[in-house]
């Protein structure tokens, strides 16, 4: 799939810096242009992709801090700029727009909805949101923001992948320590799921189409990508359980967004050397996540790639019945109820038994 992006906010435009990044040193020519947007002149400055500062009247380069209204105002504000500095990137070749964003931060929180509603009267192709939930550990503001920023993003766009950052770090490893990992990540498995789409010239049949990845995502709501490989043989007849493996490996524990499991669509795409591809094993585990997902529609393809191993990569489309977008949710209400309780006296909670003393 041939795709634009544009990175909102100091974690949209890391990450969209990455997938630039991994698509160049892949070789796959799927990125056919990046850009980031900030109302941050300090994280724009360390990027290696074109840029774009919003909101310099508004708050003269130094961001918006954590307010996600200012946020969207900002981007409103300089749409048209915005717009025009896009014209370069989103050449007629690009079959998506995909917007990057952190969603629990200002700039991208607000801006990303905004800049996908105005996209959306601009453009023809689908624009997708590629958003980043705030871990469970991160403070109440990101809960907030992002339950907000979800919400309004999930009307706009044509589909809104999540990238819970619960998702992909190592056990014990803070979400900030982490942010590295999860990044590289993102561009890995994104990078690949841009690529899969992409023809390449004298493979088979099987191999994944631009418009199976944008029928997956046809079902709107929210979608979730899952990623496993494990090391293949080299004949492919003992490779049917590898490739059953890292299917459910992917969808059980490695996806995006843990514990989304049902959806309305899915593609399952499996990466490695043509030669060590099963195709019964294929079959089984399409088959298998059908079962899985509760899914009638579970598309599937191989993506030949150079490598002793075999990948599987699962999207899945309209998967916001998820327990896990539940449990965000109710995060979120809770720190928004928080947020709008009338400030207390610290005082009063001396003067009363609220707090017991200790002894
Ligand atoms: P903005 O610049 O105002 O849009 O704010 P941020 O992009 O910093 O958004 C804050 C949210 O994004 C929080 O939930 C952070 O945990 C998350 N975040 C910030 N930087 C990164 C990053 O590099 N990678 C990932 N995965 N998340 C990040």
């Known amino acids: 799939m041939k795709v634009a992006l544009i990175g909102v906010g100091q974690a949209g435009g890391k990450v969209t810096e990455r997938l630039a990044n991994f698509d160049a040193e892949m070789g796959f020519d799927a990125v056919q242009g990046a850009l980031a947007i900030n109302s941050a002149q300090a994280d724009l400055q360390s990027l290696s992709i074109e840029t774009q500062l919003i909101g310099q009247d508004r708050v003269n380069g130094h961001g918006v801090g954590g307010d996600n209204e200012l946020g969207a105002e900002v981007m409103q504000s300089d749409i048209q700029e915005v717009v025009n500095a896009l014209d370069g990137h989103v050449t007629s070749r690009a079959e998506a727009i995909w917007v990057v964003a952190g969603l629990g931060g200002g700039t991208g929180s607000g801006g990303a909805p905004a800049l996908v509603h105005e996209l959306q009267r601009v453009y023809d192709v689908p624009i997708y949101a590629l958003g980043i939930l705030p871990g469970e550990n991160e403070g109440s503001l990101y809960q907030a923001n992002a339950g907000r920023s979800l919400k309004t993003v999930v009307r706009e766009a044509d589909s809104t992948l999540l990238i819970d950052n619960d998702a992909w770090h190592e056990q014990g490893e803070s979400v900030e320590g982490a942010f590295d990992t999860i990044n590289q990540k993102i561009a890995q498995r994104v990078g690949l799921l841009f690529a899969s789409g992409e023809a390449i010239e004298g493979v088979g049949e099987s191999v994944v189409d631009s418009s199976e990845v944008i029928n ?42 843990p514990d989304a499991t049902t959806a309305e669509a899915a593609l399952l795409v499996v990466a490695g050397e043509p030669d060590r591809i099963p195709r019964k094993g294929v079959e089984k585990s399409r088959r298998w996540l059908e079962d899985e997902t509760g899914s009638m529609q579970v598309r599937g393809g191989d993506f030949p790639l150079g490598s002793d191993r075999l990948a599987a990569l699962v999207l899945l489309g309209g998967a916001e019945r998820s327990d896990r977008i539940g449990e965000f949710l109710e995060r979120a209400k809770q720190a928004q109820a928080e947020a709008d309780e009338p400030e207390t006296d610290p005082a009063e909670a001396f003067a009363d038994d609220r707090l017991e003393n200790l002894f």
Do not use: H, K
């Open 216 to 257: 997956t995502l046809r079902e709107g709501g929210i979608s979730v990508l899952g990623y496993a490989s494990a090391v293949a043989a080299e004949d492919s007849a003992e490779n049917i359980n590898t490739v059953m493996t890292v299917s459910r490996q992917a969808l059980l524990t490695g996806t995006s967004l």
